[in-house]
Each structure stands twice: as C-alpha cells, then as structure tokens.
C-alpha cells in the first residue's frame, strides 16, 4: 500500500496495517475480535500462552515486566483481556483469584508493580495495582473471599485520597465503576472530579504545546497540576463515573486530541514513559486497541 494512500485511509483501516506487521498474536488476536470479527476463543488460547501453574501469569505479558514469573501485574492484565472478550469468569478466574490471595499484602491488597512478591515477600498494599483488578472483578460478579478485604483496602484508600497523583485517580475510577455499592461509589467520584479539576490534574486545553506533561513530571510530585492526564484517560468509556466531571466540550476537545494522535504508521503512541524499546514496541499496539475502543465507545467514527 503506497504511502499516500495509508494516510488517506480511515484509522481503523490504518491501525489494522500496524497490529499486523507488528504486534504479538494476543494483540492480533484481540484486534481481530473487537474490529473485525474475531472470536473470542483465539483470544484465549494466545492468553494461555502466558499462564503459569500457580494461576497467575507472566512471560512479559505486560510488556513493561519481563521474565517468566507470575506478577500481580501480570495477572490484572489478562483480566483485563478477558473482561474485553466476556470470559471473566468461570474456574479459570477461581484459580487467578486464589493466586491474588497468595501474593496480597498483610492489608489484602495487591503490591505495587515495582515491588517484589513470593513465597516470605509481604510488602503493602498498592491503590493503582489493586483499585483496577477490584473494580474489574465485582463488574464481572466475581464472588471470592480475596475480594472482601481487597474491597475494604480500596475503599480506604480512594477515602483517603487528598493530594492524588493521576494515576491513583485512574485506578479509583476503575474500582468505583465497578463495585456493588453504587451510591458511595457515586459520592467518592464527586469528591474525585473536584480534586481533579482544583488540582489542574486533567489537561482541557489539547491545542496547548504543554497540554499533556504527565508522562514526564513524576518528580514534580503533589505540586498542582505536575502531573496531568486527558479527560478520555479518566473516563474511557461515557458511563464512567468520571464522565460526569467534565464538560461535552471539554471531552470533544479531549477524544479529538485523542483521534489526532495516530502515528503515521498507523499506531498510536504508547501512553507512558519508555522504560525500554522492546517494551515500549510491544506496549503501541495495546494502546492503539485503547484508543480505538475509547473512540468508538463515544462514537467517534473509526472506520
């Protein structure tokens, strides 16, 4: 296909041509299932491929880890992939569960990705790794004994939240669009969205040359508006708890940037710093299912 040609064709069309030439079979897979018609089944058998015997998985699957080992981040992304494809479910996530409970801190919830887990390993408990598999899990009705003290951490911590950095805000959205009880859920996001918005921590202005610092002002710690997300990053789908703290024009504004943002090859970028180039090639083509989920959630027209 001549350059001129790909440039001119719809996103979708486009971004089908980069899974192809360069994603690993899960992403091909799951492209082809939420695009093009695929089967779920050919989504799970390429997931199997990084289960271990312990119920957890590993072999790299989030691109950002590697080794063979079963992560707990690891884990939270083949629920996320299985969540995509409707199999959350079943004996499969019985034994992802009591997986989660072997590698859980002292408080019952799940460490941060940068800590070490295993057998004598019991450091504390992490909002951003615990909030999104919580969330995920009670949406899927999920019943297991590790999601009660899993629950009660979440809760406590999004309670907690004064100074939130984005990424604990993304991760208390996921776990309150999913938990049973919906009119705390419904309170603790109102108290969310105005920390967000006095704390300049959503990024309303997408013409703006600094529009999106996140990515690079981890060191700014809680200053103001250090960090910053889009709005479409806080709620990735309009039924989101978080939709609500942002205006129709300002959420325009946001999925327009969001559309912009496809790369000439047809990908969009990976959405967070590049630790390594092996990673941060494996991780484009999961963004670019992301964003092309996201747009087509809000009706953008892909193609």
Same mark, same amino acid.
């Given at each position: 296909?001549?350059?001129?040609?790909?440039?001119?064709?719809?996103?979708? *069309?486009?971004?089908?041509?980069?899974?192809?030439?360069?994603?690993?079979?899960?992403?091909?897979?799951?492209?082809?299932?939420?695009?093009?018609?695929?089967?779920?089944?050919?989504?799970?058998?390429?997931?199997?491929?990084?289960?271990?015997?312990?119920?957890?998985?590993?072999?790299?699957?989030?691109?950002?880890?590697?080794?063979?080992?079963?992560? #707990?981040?690891?884990?939270?992304?083949?629920?996320?992939?299985?969540?995509?494809?409707?199999?959350?479910?079943?004996?499969?996530?019985?034994?992802?569960?009591?997986?989660?409970?072997?590698?859980?801190?002292?408080?019952?919830?799940?460490?941060?990705?940068?800590?070490?887990? !295993?057998?004598?390993?019991?450091?504390?408990?992490?909002?951003?790794?615990?909030?999104?598999?919580?969330?995920?899990?009670?949406?899927?009705?999920?019943?297991?004994?590790?999601?009660?003290?899993?629950?009660?951490?979440?809760?406590? *911590?999004?309670?907690?939240?004064?100074?939130?950095?984005?990424?604990?805000?993304?991760? *208390?959205?996921?776990?309150?669009?999913?938990?049973?009880?919906?009119?705390?859920?419904? !309170?603790?996001?109102?108290?969310?969205?105005?920390?967000?918005?006095?704390?300049?921590?959503?990024?309303?202005? #997408?013409?703006?040359?600094?529009?999106? #610092?996140?990515?690079?002002?981890?060191?700014?710690?809680?200053?103001?508006?250090?960090?910053?997300?889009?709005?479409?990053?806080?709620?990735?789908?309009?039924?989101?708890?978080?939709?609500?703290?942002?205006?129709?024009?300002?959420?325009?504004?946001?999925?327009?940037?969001?559309?912009?943002?496809?790369?000439?090859?047809?990908?969009?970028?990976?959405?967070?710093?590049?630790?390594?180039?092996?990673?941060?090639?494996?991780?484009? #083509?999961?963004?670019?299912?992301?964003?092309?989920?996201?747009?087509?959630?809000?009706?953008?027209?892909?193609?």
């Amino acid at each position: 296909m001549a350059a001129t040609s790909l440039s001119q064709s719809p996103p979708l *069309a486009r971004a089908e041509r980069f899974v192809w030439l360069t994603a690993r079979v899960l992403e091909q897979r799951r492209f082809a299932h939420h695009f093009t018609g695929g089967g779920a089944e050919a989504v799970e058998t390429a997931l199997a491929a990084y289960l271990n015997e312990d119920g957890g998985y590993g072999h790299g699957l989030e691109p950002d880890l590697r080794g063979p080992v079963s992560h #707990p981040s690891h884990t939270a992304h083949a629920l996320s992939v299985l969540d995509g494809v409707g199999g959350c479910g079943g004996p499969r996530v019985e034994r992802v569960c009591r997986y989660l409970t072997l590698v859980s801190a002292a408080d019952g919830a799940l460490p941060a990705a940068g800590q070490s887990v !295993g057998a004598g390993t019991r450091p504390r408990g992490d909002l951003r790794a615990t909030g999104p598999v919580v969330g995920l899990l009670h949406r899927n009705q999920v019943w297991h004994a590790w999601l009660f003290r899993a629950t009660d951490f979440c809760w406590a *911590a999004v309670d907690a939240l004064k100074k939130p950095r984005p990424y604990e805000v993304v991760a *208390a959205v996921a776990f309150l669009d999913g938990v049973p009880d919906r009119a705390r859920a419904a !309170g603790a996001a109102d108290r969310l969205g105005r920390l967000v918005r006095e704390r300049g921590m959503a990024a309303l202005d #997408p013409g703006r040359p600094d529009a999106r #610092p996140g990515a690079v002002a981890y060191a700014a710690g809680d200053r103001p508006g250090g960090e910053r997300l889009f709005p479409h990053d806080y709620a990735r789908v309009p039924g989101s708890v978080a939709r609500r703290w942002f205006t129709d024009e300002e959420m325009n504004g946001s999925l327009r940037f969001l559309s912009r943002a496809q790369c000439e090859d047809g990908g969009w970028p990976p959405g967070r710093p590049r630790w390594t180039p092996v990673a941060t090639l494996e991780r484009r #083509p999961i963004a670019t299912i992301d964003a092309l989920r996201t747009l087509r959630a809000y009706g953008r027209d892909i193609g």
